[in-house]
């Protein structure tokens, strides 16, 4: 607490520069017994900069008295610029501990000399790194397609600290399901956006699902072919296990919520497929990190 004390002081007392200032120091004969010399105090200014700012011929001065002080010891400190005195103080040390009093001075004449190198710098924060993973797979989806379908898609995430973004693309190819006197194929394409947060191997994502459902009916009264707007909403559960220096292997499972409704009517205006409210799917990625 002393040395953070004493720095405090002699930044009130002399200020701070911002460039090195050339320093004269003089040490006041007949310190008490086991204190150090002008020679060893110099010795520590320099061990604190990483250099001696001494110059004879200095315009900035430092004149220095240690004497005794019972119980302790004390060091009058004067400062003089330009033949003028602009700065006083005096240093106590409640113990008879020459070394601490030395450290005082010596911080003292450093932050003269050069604060930027004196001062104690706050710790610089480790920066956290960014991670930038590419993704392929597929599984098995429900929903969104008649009954269970595969599924294939792929992308890439970034990822900072405990969140990532990611951006996947997703194709259901064409699952059929006989309906009303029909046939009923139905596709996807789309775009998933998710937000996750991470532990460990564990993540949980909130999912944005935008992209084109193709309806295909064959076997009706009239054949239908035609495509909707796909908009769902959710969240993401996954779990990975490194399988190499680079590459990971991603179970997760997605569940949505569709906020469009899309019909298919067969003959006599009967309905032949909707889209389910909710979907989900199922499925295991490989990642590469880089």
């Not at 010399?37 to 320099?46: F, I, Q, R, S, Y």
């Not at 064959?218 to 399988?243: P, Y």
């Amino acid at each position: 607490m002393r040395p953070v004390l004493a720095t405090l002081c002699a930044v009130c007392l002399f200020g701070t520069a911002t460039a090195a200032t050339p320093i004269r120091l003089e040490l006041a004969p007949d310190p008490p017994r086991g204190c150090p010399g002008e020679a060893a105090l110099k010795t520590h200014v320099a061990q604190i900069l990483g250099y001696a700012p001494f110059e004879p011929e200095a315009s900035t001065r430092i004149i220095v008295k240690m004497a005794d002080a019972p119980p302790g010891l004390r060091a009058d400190v004067h400062l003089w610029r330009a033949g003028e005195q602009v700065g006083e103080r005096v240093l106590n040390v409640p113990v008879n501990d020459c070394a601490e009093l030395a450290f005082a001075v010596a911080l003292h004449v450093a932050i003269v000399a050069e604060p930027r190198r004196a001062l104690p710098r706050p710790p610089e924060e480790a920066s956290v790194p960014i991670e930038t993973e590419a993704r392929v797979g597929a599984g098995l989806a429900a929903g969104l397609t008649p009954g269970f379908t595969a599924a294939f898609g792929g992308g890439v995430s970034v990822r900072r600290g405990l969140w990532s973004g990611a951006l996947d693309l997703r194709y259901d190819p064409p699952s059929d399901v006989e309906q009303a006197g029909g046939t009923v194929a139905v596709d996807l394409l789309a775009a998933m956006l998710a937000g996750c947060l991470h532990s460990g191997r564990y993540r949980g994502c909130a999912l944005a699902l935008g992209g084109v459902q193709r309806y295909e009916g064959t076997g009706f009264d009239v054949n239908q072919s035609s495509r909707f707007a796909a908009l769902a909403f959710g969240v993401r559960g996954a779990v990975a296990w490194w399988a190499g220096d680079a590459l990971r292997l991603h179970l997760r499972a997605d569940v949505l919520a569709a906020v469009h409704d899309a019909t298919l009517r067969g003959s006599g205006d009967v309905e032949a497929w909707s889209n389910a409210p909710v979907a989900g799917s199922l499925s295991l990625d490989l990642g590469y990190s880089f």
